[in-house]
């Protein structure tokens, strides 16, 4: 059987639509009298929806298995990001949600700093224990990159933000990054 993955995704949309109440051909409300709005079959509409995600998200295994990131410009179109300043996990989780996985490798926010240092955008330091961890630097800010202090188990650290300059540059020069050598 060929994996059709628009196909799913529409597939989705219309059942997501059937378990808001909503009739996907004529865009109106399902009457209350309608066997679609019984509660059994709305939790059964959103697991459907739920299996119809996990499927557009698999890769076809009869393709070879990608080794790099590829996004096509329409799949940078339909890229959504939160409103504000984000993490770089939160970006990748971004990207990854419109790539096709039969074609491209799923974006990491590690491999991504790991660029970013190599081009000198970010920079890395030592910490007491011994390990290391992503910092900016005075280039930084150029490409929409700053601090943003946070607090975990009542450790106060700062994080690495991307602001809406950044997302853009980010999502622009997404495959020249991810083709420089480390």
Not at 66 to 71: A, F, V
Not at 96 to 111: E, Y
Not at 150 to 174: F, P, R
């Amino acid at each position: 059987m060929y994996f059709d993955k628009e196909k799913v995704l529409k597939a989705r949309e219309v059942i997501l639509k059937l378990a808001n109440g909503e009739d996907p051909i004529n865009k109106e409300q399902i009457s209350s009298d309608s066997f679609l709005i019984d509660p059994q079959m709305i939790r059964y509409f959103f697991f459907i929806a739920e299996v119809l995600e996990s499927v557009s998200r698999q890769r076809n295994k009869n393709l070879p298995v990608p080794t790099g990131l590829t996004i096509t410009f329409e799949e940078k179109e339909k890229v959504f990001f939160p409103e504000g300043k984000i993490g770089v996990n939160i970006f990748s989780s971004c990207i990854n949600d419109v790539l096709d996985l039969n074609r491209s490798k799923k974006l990491s926010g590690t491999v991504l700093n790991k660029h970013l240092k190599t081009l000198g955008i970010l920079s890395e330091e030592n910490t007491r224990d011994g390990k290391t961890r992503t910092i900016i630097n005075e280039k930084s800010a150029e490409f929409g990159f700053e601090a943003q202090e946070k607090e975990y188990n009542s450790v106060t650290y700062e994080q690495v933000m991307i602001n809406d300059k950044g997302k853009k540059y980010l999502l622009e020069n997404l495959e020249d990054i991810m083709n420089v050598e480390t």
